[in-house]
């Protein structure tokens, strides 16, 4: 009688969870669905009542959630309870430890498109292409892709298991963590004065380290300049508009539009002039932020865009936080180039193609990059 008693009050306590949970993320559509809230609490009532095991209600309300969320079919719209948050919040702050890669969705599979050189993972022989198969024993398959990430960070000098499939066999790895220290910008001088520019990350601090490195190149006099955004997965869009003041004209960088077909542009309203010619490196890795400015670039024709077909990822997440200590990620919006064309999932096309492969010897890309601006300076 007592244990009767007990499931019942967890049933009703389940049931209010619930019920202040859809009345307040809800709201209408509890008058206009009341069915389908009606089965979700049907379902609440059987688990409690028939399962064979006792489960908190925190874990079917999170369950839910995560459900609603998962429904959406959308890699980068991701529910995250309080630990997991806990962990991407180290993960921004640089205060936990990882292996190096950067990793996106392909087929809806987790692919390394971009491997960090001096890292854990490059030491230990992962490799750009690998297709992502376990973490510690939990399949890839069972995971979304911030789970997956997050199975790979951890206390730097802890080990993690991580397989791959390569050219359709799998290969196991012992990866150590550590702390990623990513310079978001690297530059250098090249054989007849060319400036080399590296952005390898859009921090928030990117665009001061940005201007710092281009008032050095320009210091030594260069006539030409090479932006590498290879493998750059984006980052922060404020600081990819503040940087774009450096490569394009006054005008719109970027248009956002919002789930109600709104438009806004964000504009480069205080040009500053280059000077030299610029050509642009991109390849399948340069994603998000990095394609705003590579596709304002391409369409103002402020430079030539070198490599091979971008990522094609023109959506915008926001993360919010709940009250019940996790957060949500979710695609609020898509980006247009300045042209209004929609990358998304098609990626952009370089003026100039020329592929890299990790056979070739030298890099092509770089090569064909330092030719074409050689006949600009000197036709």
Avoid: C, W
Wanted: glycine letters at 8%.
């Amino acid at each position: 009688m007592f244990e009767n008693h007990k499931t019942l009050r967890s049933i009703f306590i389940v049931l209010v969870i619930f019920s202040f949970l859809i009345t307040g993320i809800v709201g209408i559509l509890l008058a206009t669905n009341y069915q389908n809230i009606g089965k979700l609490l049907q379902v609440v009532a059987i688990i409690k009542t028939q399962y064979l095991e006792d489960v908190p209600a925190e874990q079917l309300m999170g369950g839910a959630v995560r459900g609603m969320v998962d429904s959406l079919d959308d890699p980068y719209s991701v529910y995250m309870d309080e630990e997991e948050f806990q962990e991407f919040r180290q993960h921004i702050e640089g205060s936990i430890g990882g292996i190096g890669i950067f990793v996106s969705v392909q087929e809806e599979k987790f692919v390394v498109y971009s491997v960090i050189d001096g890292t854990p993972a490059s030491n230990a022989g992962l490799k750009k292409g690998d297709i992502i198969y376990k973490v510690n024993d939990i399949l890839a398959s069972e995971m979304d892709i911030d789970e997956t990430v997050a199975k790979m960070r951890g206390e730097p000098g802890t080990p993690v298991e991580v397989s791959v499939v390569r050219e359709g066999n799998i290969k196991d790895f012992t990866v150590v963590r550590d702390i990623i220290d990513i310079p978001t910008v690297e530059s250098e001088v090249l054989p007849d004065k060319i400036g080399y520019l590296r952005l390898n990350l859009f921090a928030s601090n990117s665009d001061e380290a940005l201007v710092e490195h281009l008032d050095k190149l320009k210091q030594e006099r260069i006539e030409g300049l090479i932006l590498d955004l290879r493998d750059n997965p984006g980052g922060d869009l404020e600081s990819a508009i503040n940087i774009s003041r450096y490569f394009l004209p006054e005008g719109p960088v970027v248009y956002i539009v919002d789930n109600k077909g709104r438009t806004k542009s964000m504009v480069n309203s205080q040009p500053e002039k280059l000077g030299v010619p610029l050509v642009v490196l991109i390849n399948e890795g340069s994603a998000s932020a990095s394609e705003i400015l590579a596709g304002a670039i391409k369409d103002t024709e402020s430079g030539i865009l070198i490599g091979e077909k971008t990522f094609g990822k023109a959506l915008v997440q926001v993360l919010i936080e709940m009250r019940g200590k996790g957060a949500l990620k979710l695609t609020t919006a898509k980006y247009l180039t300045p042209n209004k064309d929609d990358i998304q999932a098609k990626g952009i096309e370089p003026n100039i193609k020329v592929t890299l492969t990790a056979e070739d010897e030298e890099d092509t890309q770089l090569k064909k990059a330092l030719d074409v601006l050689e006949k600009q300076l000197r036709p």
